[in-house]
Each structure stands twice: as C-alpha cells, then as structure tokens.
C-alpha cells in the first residue's frame, strides 16, 4: 500500500500540479506563447498516462511489476529532469508532457493494479489509501513547487521534483510485488463489455465529464493572477482545490 500510494503521489499528483507551472510559463519565461498551448503540455500528461496504462496494465500480467514500477520512476524522472534543459514549448510538450506521461503510467497502473491483490477485507481500505495518495502528492507538490520556482528557478523545480521521483519510487519498486500470479487474458481488450448497458454508461459519463476536469487545476493560478491580479502564491489555489 505504501508503495501504491508513493507511486500514485508522484504521478498524478505532479500532473495535477501542473498549473503552477503553467503559471510561470505564460506570465514570465514564454509571454507570447498561447495559453491553450501550454495547456497541452498538462493534458498530454494525463492523456499519455492513462492511454499508455492501459498497455502497462497488460504487462502486468507478464511482467515483473517491480521491473514495470522502477522503469516509471526512472523515465518520469529523466522527462522532468530533461525538461528543465529545455528552451521552448514544443519540446516541454515532448518532454514534460508526452515523456512524463510515458513514465507515470507504469507508476499508475503499477500503483493501481496491486493493493486489491494484498487484501480481502480490507482491499476497499487498503485501494482507498493507496488513491489517496494522488490527492495528498497534488496538495504538497502544489506548495513546494511554487516555493522552488520563488526561490530557485523553474528549471530546477523540474530537477528537483524528478530527483524526488527517482529517491522515493525507486527504491519503492522493490515492494510492488505481486501476490498471486495473474491470469493472462485470451484478450488485451475486451470491447464486449460495452453491450452492458450499466458499464456503457458509467464509461461514457466518465469519459465526457472527465473532459473539463483538469481545466480548473490548469488555468486556476493564473486566472488568480492576471484576471483577479493576486499575488504569485495564489497560484497555490489548485493545492485546495486538490485537497
């Protein structure tokens, strides 16, 4: 469970961070560029991490789980770390935004597929834990990096995060072990569960009501400061907000 909750803190809980970030681009280091650009740089995080976590839970079936766990750690920390060398959006967007994406989606999957497997009557406990994790990493990451970028830089808010990434997840893929050996499926996807209609709704609802969900966590620090003219250290609101 500690494992599961380290990874999901530093996976989702960065990308949900993000706007903090997307603050100190569009008002200081790119002005010019476009918002809607920048924001593409977070979307793509959250896009990458659960399309590609659909293929890493696949390989969970096959594959060490510690193996998949220390691979997310170590690319999600050279994305952030790579990142910081970077000059312009577009390669923000292959790094920060695609390559992270990459990597946290086998912190995810990882995080996501093995607490059920260590308990019975507990699991719902011990999985909402584990969740909780995500939450708990967007409301500190939220602080810290803005203290980084106020104190340091942006670029070394980047190092520094991935460098956090690679101390506590990699050790901790030592202990993203699995329980039982899973059964591989005949299918790697399985389209015949949206005949029922329950499932089908739930997905689509899911699916479209997600769609605006990062929005607020995105442009909420820098709407506080352009449009309701605050300070820098409201950009801190999505930390609330993730609470």
Do not use: H
Request: glycine share 10%.
């Amino acid at each position: 469970v500690f494992g599961s909750f380290s990874n999901l803190m530093l996976s989702i809980g960065a990308i949900t961070s993000y706007g903090v970030y997307l603050q100190e681009y569009k008002l200081v280091v790119f002005p010019n560029a476009s918002s809607s650009f920048l924001s593409w740089i977070g979307t793509l995080q959250f896009v990458m991490m659960c399309f590609f976590g659909i293929g890493v839970s696949v390989l969970c079936e096959r594959v060490d789980t510690r193996i998949l766990s220390g691979i997310g750690a170590l690319v999600s920390a050279l994305a952030l770390i790579i990142a910081s060398f970077c000059n312009s959006p577009w390669k923000l967007l292959i790094t920060q935004g695609i390559m992270f994406g990459f990597g946290a989606s086998f912190l995810y999957a990882t995080g996501l597929n093995l607490p059920p497997q260590w308990f019975a009557k507990y699991r719902a406990l011990a999985t909402g834990i584990a969740i909780a994790g995500s939450g708990i990493g967007g409301l500190w990451l939220s602080f810290a990096t803005r203290a980084m970028i106020t104190n340091l830089s942006w670029k070394w808010a980047l190092r520094i995060t991935g460098l956090v990434i690679i101390g506590v997840c990699g050790p901790n893929s030592l202990l993203m072990r699995t329980r039982v050996k899973p059964v591989r499926r005949e299918k790697i996807i399985d389209l015949s569960i949206l005949r029922d209609k329950r499932f089908a709704l739930l997905f689509f609802g899911a699916l479209f009501g997600l769609g605006g969900f990062f929005i607020p966590y995105f442009f909420m620090p820098s709407y506080a400061v352009i449009v309701l003219e605050k300070s820098d250290s409201w950009g801190t609101l999505i930390a609330v907000k993730n609470k």
